[in-house]
């Protein structure tokens, strides 16, 4: 079952969704840009993907579901298991009789589905509905698998016995059994899927005076997620190093790499141990097996500063700096540019420390300092195999920072993170780290500061600032400048004051999983004018840089965020916690 290009616009125009010369206009710049005619209408602001989907649904005759308020039976939602679902994007959510109503993305998936009519003496009524219902669904499987691990590890836990030796005592055989033993391959086991099932990007599990605390960053924001009996912690530390392929006896910090098969797919995981006051703290980073579909409007970017990336990405050379700290979008930023720019024309190569995700047709080299095979030889490797595309995963280095600049202005595209506070920063701290100014100006082509913040879910609820905090508010961004650009990409109404402009929050009371579900990023991309790329060249102080990067740029990170505070993407205390001031 499909809507043809030509059903679509005759029911728009119709319905007066939008007006035919718009729908002419959002046609063309499809075919110029060989993109989607469903991506462009909701890029150009056309329609938001829910209600392109409800016009499909109509038009197919088939109805359309908001999952965000239904309260799915787990033992409903498990008639469908939860690698198919994700898979093809279908939630089985009320069952009356023989009758199991199917929510799915798109209905071409159907028969990817069929398998559970015969299996359970079901018939399916499908329905169609959106990825925010479908993310919604699919927090009742976290929910109940979490209620299964949580069973599973208090069982095998309180089995297993204090181990009677300090394990510096124990021998070589003893160690292994230790290591070896299938209560405690479960209870890691099960920490390990729970955490890859809930999206986290770290595993934390650090023994304490009276317990073995595990915590997840989720978002880039630490989360408890379960506290263990203190006794099992040396086992989860043996456990955790054979399968890293460790040394059991080492005390001192050891780094490995091991891959975990679930239900919910394939994942390596890198581990880090470390000696700390109480025992061996453990840190797991995942990296997921490859990374796809991910568009830079799904990551919340938006407006003139899209525009403005996507001229950048398409040009044949140039520095792209993706700037931000620690755990906050810097990778998903750059491999959602390489997914997008990875075209059999073109060929990529990338310099990475960890490589987070493996992707078709791009050669990734692994760094490797204890080895010598660090950046700055990576890069120099990388820079000669004929690539039209670098990226290297952090410019931490002058020498790094210098290969790429030179890359970048001998007919490389080249993508860069760069640990920055802000755009104008990232250009600064190259500065700082010795790149000649005029190499430098002449290769930089954007800047793109960036931060993640939590989603609002459906269960919101408007407000209005305050007096008081409008005032407080205008002391951090122009409030009249932010009104204007709100007005003017339609997020408003154009008589809009800004005591009439709602903020939003979470409902009071509600489930506590649908006040925020998922996340999205904030951002703000400076260009490379001709006064930024004087200043830069002419070894301008810190602070001209910086007030130059952000006139050329559209928003800043504070203002993009406030105005998705007001579009209720997010909330204002998400904003303000993100960004340090």
Same mark, same amino acid.
């Given at each position: 079952?499909?809507?043809?290009?030509?059903?679509?616009?005759?029911?728009?125009?119709?319905?007066?969704?939008?007006?035919?010369?718009?729908?002419?206009?959002?046609q063309?710049?499809?075919e110029?840009?060989?993109?989607?005619?469903?991506?462009v209408?909701?890029?150009?602001?056309?329609?938001n993907?829910?209600?392109?989907?409800?016009?499909?649904?109509?038009?197919?005759?088939?109805?359309?579901?908001?999952?965000?308020?239904?309260?799915?039976?787990?033992?409903?939602?498990?008639?469908?298991?939860?690698?198919?679902?994700? +898979?093809?994007?279908?939630?089985?959510?009320?069952? =009356?009789?023989?009758?199991l109503?199917?929510?799915?993305?798109?209905?071409?998936t159907?028969? +990817?589905?069929?398998?559970?009519?015969?299996?359970?003496?079901?018939?399916?009524?499908?329905r169609?509905?959106?990825?925010?219902?479908?993310?919604?669904?699919?927090?009742?499987?976290?929910?109940?698998?979490?209620?299964?691990?949580?069973? =599973?590890?208090?069982?095998e836990?309180?089995?297993?016995?204090?181990?009677?030796?300090?394990?510096?005592?124990?021998?070589?055989?003893?160690?292994?059994?230790h290591?070896?033993d #299938?209560?405690?391959?479960?209870?890691?086991?099960?920490?390990?899927?729970?955490?890859?099932?809930?999206?986290? =990007?770290?595993?934390?599990?650090?023994?304490?005076d009276?317990?073995?605390?595990?915590?997840?960053?989720?978002?880039?924001?630490?989360?408890?997620?379960?506290?263990?009996?203190?006794?099992?912690?040396?086992?989860?530390?043996?456990?955790?190093?054979?399968?890293?392929?460790?040394?059991?006896?080492?005390?001192?910090?050891?780094? /490995?790499?091991?891959?975990?098969?679930?239900?919910?797919?394939?994942?390596?995981?890198?581990?880090?141990?470390?000696?700390?006051?109480?025992?061996?703290?453990?840190?797991?980073?995942?990296?997921?097996?490859?990374?796809s579909?991910?568009?830079?409007?799904?990551?919340?970017?938006?407006?003139?500063?899209?525009?403005?990336?996507?001229?950048?990405?398409?040009?044949?050379e140039?520095?792209?700096?993706?700037?931000?700290? *620690?755990?906050?979008?810097?990778?998903?930023?750059?491999?959602?540019?390489?997914?997008?720019?990875?075209?059999?024309?073109?060929?990529?190569?990338?310099?990475?420390?960890?490589?987070?995700?493996?992707?078709?047709?791009?050669?990734?080299s692994?760094?490797?300092?204890?080895?010598?095979?660090?950046?700055?030889?990576?890069?120099?490797?990388?820079?000669?195999?004929?690539?039209d595309?670098?990226?290297?995963?952090?410019?931490?280095?002058?020498e790094?920072?210098?290969?790429?600049? *030179?890359?970048?202005?001998?007919?490389?595209?080249?993508?860069?993170?760069?640990?920055?506070?802000?755009?104008?920063?990232?250009?600064?701290?190259?500065?700082?780290?010795?790149?000649?100014?005029?190499?430098?100006?002449?290769?930089?082509? #954007?800047?793109? /500061?960036?931060?993640?913040?939590k989603?609002?879910g459906?269960?919101?609820?408007?407000?209005?600032?305050?007096?008081?905090?409008?005032?407080?508010?205008?002391?951090?961004?122009?409030?009249?400048?932010?009104?204007?650009?709100?007005?003017?990409?339609?997020?408003v109404?154009?008589?809009?004051?800004?005591d009439?402009?709602?903020?939003?929050?979470?409902?009071?009371?509600?489930?506590?999983?649908?006040?925020?579900?998922?996340?999205?990023?904030?951002?703000?991309?400076?260009?490379m004018?001709?006064?930024?790329?004087?200043?830069?060249?002419?070894? #301008?102080?810190?602070?001209?840089?910086?007030?130059?990067?952000?006139?050329?740029?559209?928003?800043?990170?504070?203002?993009?965020?406030?105005?998705?505070?007001?579009?209720?993407?997010?909330?204002?205390? +998400?904003?303000?916690?993100?960004?340090?001031?």
């Open positions: 079952m499909h809507v043809s290009e030509t059903e679509l616009i005759d029911f728009l125009i119709g319905t007066g969704l939008a007006s035919k010369k718009v729908l002419i206009e959002a063309a710049e499809a110029k840009l060989n993109l989607g005619f469903d991506r209408i909701i890029t150009r602001g056309i329609l993907d829910r209600d392109l989907r409800r016009a499909k649904s109509y038009l197919l005759g088939v109805p359309f579901v908001d999952l965000s308020g239904e309260r799915i039976d787990f033992k409903t939602l498990s008639y469908v298991p939860e690698p198919v679902s994700r +898979e093809h994007n279908a939630v089985a959510y009320r069952r =009356t009789g023989d009758t109503e199917v929510a799915f993305l798109d209905l071409a159907l028969p +990817e589905v069929k398998f559970i009519e015969r299996a359970h003496g079901v018939v399916i009524s499908p169609l509905t959106d990825p925010e219902s479908l993310k919604t669904a699919l927090l009742v499987y976290r929910d109940g698998l979490r209620n299964e691990f949580g069973q =599973t590890i208090e069982t836990a309180r089995g297993l016995p204090e181990m009677k030796k300090d394990p510096a005592a124990l021998t070589d055989s003893e160690l292994k059994a290591a070896e #299938a209560r405690t391959a479960r209870i890691l086991g099960a920490v390990l899927t729970h955490a890859l099932l809930s999206k986290a =990007t770290n595993i934390h599990i650090e023994p304490t009276s317990s073995l605390r595990v915590r997840y960053r989720l978002g880039g924001v630490m989360h408890d997620a379960a506290i263990l009996p203190k006794h099992i912690a040396p086992r989860i530390a043996l456990r955790a190093k054979q399968v890293a392929g460790l040394n059991l006896r080492d005390k001192l910090p050891q780094d /490995g790499k091991f891959t975990v098969e679930t239900n919910g797919g394939r994942a390596t995981m890198r581990i880090h141990t470390s000696p700390i006051a109480h025992g061996e703290k453990l840190m797991f980073r995942v990296l997921s097996e490859s990374a579909g991910f568009t830079l409007e799904s990551l919340g970017m938006r407006g003139r500063a899209l525009e403005a990336l996507e001229k950048a990405l398409h040009a044949e140039g520095l792209i700096l993706a700037c931000a700290p *620690a755990a906050s979008g810097k990778s998903t930023f750059l491999y959602t540019a390489l997914d997008i720019l990875n075209q059999p024309d073109k060929t990529i190569h990338t310099v990475e420390d960890p490589i987070e995700y493996a992707m078709a047709r791009v050669q990734q692994q760094v490797d300092r204890a080895a010598g095979f660090d950046f700055p030889r990576a890069l120099r490797a990388a820079a000669t195999q004929d690539a595309i670098l990226m290297s995963s952090d410019l931490g280095d002058a790094s920072a210098k290969i790429a600049a *030179a890359a970048a202005l001998s007919g490389e595209l080249v993508l860069a993170g760069v640990k920055a506070e802000s755009a104008a920063e990232g250009i600064n701290a190259l500065i700082d780290l010795g790149v000649d100014k005029r190499l430098l100006s002449s290769a930089l082509s #954007a800047s793109v /500061g960036m931060r993640v913040v989603k609002l459906p269960g919101r609820e408007k407000y209005y600032l305050t007096k008081d905090e409008l005032r407080s508010l205008g002391h951090l961004v122009p409030l009249e400048k932010l009104l204007e650009t709100m007005k003017e990409e339609g997020v109404a154009t008589d809009s004051t800004w009439k402009v709602p903020f939003w929050k979470p409902k009071p009371g509600q489930w506590e999983k649908l006040k925020y579900q998922g996340h999205i990023g904030l951002y703000e991309v400076a260009t004018t001709p006064r930024l790329r004087e200043l830069v060249a002419n070894g #301008a102080s810190r602070t001209s840089i910086t007030e130059e990067a952000r006139m050329s740029g559209q928003l800043s990170l504070l203002e993009d965020g406030v105005m998705k505070a007001v579009q209720g993407l997010t909330t204002i205390e +998400e904003v303000l916690r993100a960004i340090t001031l």
